[in-house]
């Protein structure tokens, strides 16, 4: 008498090696086509204390951290429209800065240390991510004393926006300038991610 007691199992472990054995595949895909040179943007997602980030790199640095409220599919599909459509995820390419953001939401890092690709924000904009990283860390400067650093003193707003549209949150830190009255401002990951880092620098303990 056939019986199909162990049927469940059965499919769960064929299921469960079906799984691994794609795995493998597009890890193998992935090393041969960054062996091949056909890989431009490279990412991985990293869990942190403000949600999970989206990191994406080319051969000249970190060109993206994005956050889940931004929308992740949203963000590549801008990368791939902007900078190239040879996207890859390819963590090992971002180990780095992988793991410099989680000694900073640790509090054992300050500053960054990684080569950026500014490729995603020109002009003014560009010069405004220049003077945020003189904004030290546990510091917090105006979007008024930002505009005061630049080559147009009195574009305070333009400061905004160049800070709502920095590519590279937390390693740029655009979440230090706030408002003249000394509310916290906007922020591209929200509010709440903002009040954390500002907690995160002003105390200097681990983001929980």
Known sequence: MITNVGLPAELAAAAADEGEAVARLRRSLGAAAQAEGLVDVAYRLMDSPVGTLLLAGTEAGLVRVAFAVEGHDAVLAQLAATVSPRILAAPARLDAAA?????????????????????????????????????????????????????????????????????????????????????????????????????????????S
């Open 99 to 207: 793991r410099e953001l989680d000694e900073y939401f640790a509090g054992r890092r300050r500053g960054f240390d990684l080569p950026l690709d500014f490729r995603l924000a020109a002009g003014f904009r560009r010069e405004v991510l220049a003077r945020l990283p003189s904004i030290g860390y546990g510091h917090t400067a105006s979007y008024a004393a930002v505009a005061a650093m630049t080559s147009s003193p009195r574009a305070v707003r333009a400061v905004g926006t160049a800070c709502a549209r920095n590519p590279l949150p937390l390693v740029v830190p655009c979440h230090r300038v706030i408002r003249s009255d000394g509310s916290q401002g906007a922020y591209l990951g929200g509010p709440a991610a903002k009040a954390l880092l500002l907690a995160l620098e002003a105390g200097g303990a681990p983001a």
